[in-house]
């Protein structure tokens, strides 16, 4: 091994645990900033839904019995510090630290630090993720589903030990929480039927009956709640469905994937003034090219089972939210991911021109950064300056916690 080849697979982890630890500081400084006082310190009406939640069914442990219960045992152990608006939007703010972290490991992972550093900044100050994740709304849990079953898929098809399926077990178990998981999480065992049958067929009968029980226990509140608690409308709710029995549901159907694609990528039709800035899409226009440019490349490669996966959870995840239960934020994590493709594919062309001059391929890096740094800077101003001071959403904002 020469020289060159030596220094690069020694500086290669300390590169990617460098740059992940300036990523997660990047983050909790965007998420923690001015998280209560830049709505003076109020709450919407949705979260003051959100509060009244924590006190159904106390104490506090009995919030296993709601569906999105993971998600309410957290609010319920953050709001307990202190009974502030701070502390009832930390649950959202530490579910999606988590799942930039995640979109960070999967770019890394799939195109290397480099890019994945590019796509974790648009990511992390994406409009859509901020609004979402400073507030303490259900929607901020759902931007962890999607990417966590894409995470744990990616980890056992690199590796089928005993640990990384404890970590299949529990993503998988919690994702059935989340109304609309069912189907997320049907999909994502179907696609990875083979490589689960394979690590487990690995493990002695020990290990297989943890696997079985570590399960059971994670599910066994959901389905109490379904089972002994039944009631018609919770179970529609939990499936993901939220159109009417009428023969207009179909319509409503179309019009809600519609809606959802318009939100993202046009002009916001359905949103809220607490979840838009004005009619604004989430995705701006520079990035929805470049993930435009990803999928393309998905479309192109589908024989490679990470952009084939990338491609049915997506398209899934588009079908479930036409339901009405599922909002169109889960889908930016996935979004994120294929941003990250685009940037790849781009800088690959860009290298494949001038592949032995050293200046132009800095220069092509530099370029893209340039215009990655744009439009988070684009975006980050979008929330923390332009929403926070229009009059449509702060009037949204009236009650004291």
């Not at 609010?75 to 649950?91: G, Q």
């Not at 993720?129 to 303490?136: D, H, K, T």
């Not at 435009?292 to 990338?310: K, T």
């Not at 339901?323 to 990250?340: D, H, N, R, W």
């Amino acid at each position: 091994m020469n020289l060159k080849k030596l220094i690069k697979k020694l500086t290669w982890p300390d590169r990617k645990a460098t740059w992940g630890i300036a990523i997660f500081v990047l983050a909790v400084l965007a998420l923690f900033w001015r998280l209560s006082s830049i709505t003076n310190n109020k709450l919407s009406i949705y979260e003051i839904v959100t509060k009244h939640n924590l006190y159904i069914d106390s104490p506090w442990w009995k919030s296993l019995n709601y569906i999105s219960g993971p998600y309410y045992l957290l609010l319920h152990a953050t709001f307990k510090i202190n009974h502030s608006v701070f502390d009832l939007r930390l649950a959202s703010v530490l579910v999606g630290l988590i799942s930039i972290m995640l979109v960070y490991w999967l770019i890394t992972e799939w195109h290397g630090y480099k890019i994945a550093v590019l796509a974790t900044a648009i990511y992390l100050t994406n409009f859509g993720l901020l609004i979402v994740s400073r507030q303490a709304i259900l929607y901020s849990s759902e931007l962890l589903v999607p990417i966590a079953l894409v995470f744990v898929i990616t980890l056992l098809n690199q590796h089928k030990s005993f640990k990384n399926l404890i970590i299949f077990i529990a993503v998988i178990s919690g994702s059935l929480y989340i109304p609309g998981g069912l189907w997320l999480v049907i999909t994502a065992l179907i696609i990875s039927n083979s490589v689960i049958r394979n690590a487990f067929k690995q493990l002695n009968i020990n290990k297989k009956i943890i696997l079985i029980t570590l399960n059971i226990l994670l599910i066994l509140p959901l389905a109490y709640r379904l089972i002994v608690h039944f009631s018609e409308h919770q179970l529609v709710i939990w499936l993901g469905y939220g159109l009417n029995t009428k023969l207009s549901a179909i319509s409503i159907f179309v019009k809600n994937i519609a809606d959802n694609f318009l939100d993202l990528f046009i002009h916001s039709v359905n949103l809220s003034p607490t979840l838009s800035l004005g009619h604004l899409p989430i995705m701006p226009v520079a990035e929805s090219l470049i993930g435009l440019i990803g999928i393309i490349f998905y479309v192109r490669h589908i024989s490679n089972w990470r952009w084939r996966n990338w491609l049915i959870l997506t398209a899934i995840l588009l079908i479930i939210s036409g339901f009405g239960e599922i909002s169109v934020f889960s889908l930016l994590p996935l979004i994120s991911i294929s941003i990250g493709t685009g940037l790849a594919y781009l800088l690959k062309e860009w290298y494949s021109v001038f592949p032995f001059n050293p200046f132009a391929r800095y220069t092509g890096y530099i370029l893209m950064t340039l215009v990655v740094a744009f439009s988070c800077y684009y975006s980050a101003r979008s929330y923390y300056v332009a929403w926070a001071n229009d009059p449509s959403s702060a009037s949204q904002y009236i009650y004291k916690p």
